[in-house]
């Protein structure tokens, strides 16, 4: 599989999982950071997430259809992503004893994932 279908395949999963988290953030909240995603706030922040997840997905896969940009767009999304990993290992006592494992799996998997496409597709 060549850069440019790799980078479709992550900025699909990324556009699968912010769109569960816009359409059910606590639902999906909670395997991340447990009873707050129920909250009115950890909804706010769960659907934010969501939607930025939402939006780097829809600019890396238009950036790839335009044969440019691409790897500016997997650039923010390693950045996110990063973020995500770094706060889940900061909180990890308090967090559900699942969610530290799947989080450094996923994001930690995109992260090095990103790492070589922004390369590979500049």
Known sequence: M????IARVQAAGRLVLG???LA?????GERWVG???GS???????AGLGGRDVAIALGTLRALGRHGGAGSWVRAGVIADLADLVATLRHRDALPPLAVPAVAAL????VLLGAY???ALD
């Open 2 to 5: 060549d850069a440019r279908t």
């Open 19 to 21: 769109t569960g988290l």
């Open 24 to 28: 059910t953030p606590s639902l999906i």
């Open 35 to 37: 009873d707050p995603a």
């Open 40 to 46: 009115a706030g950890g909804q706010v922040l769960a």
């Open 107 to 110: 994001a930690g998997g995109s």
């Open 117 to 119: 496409l922004q390369h």
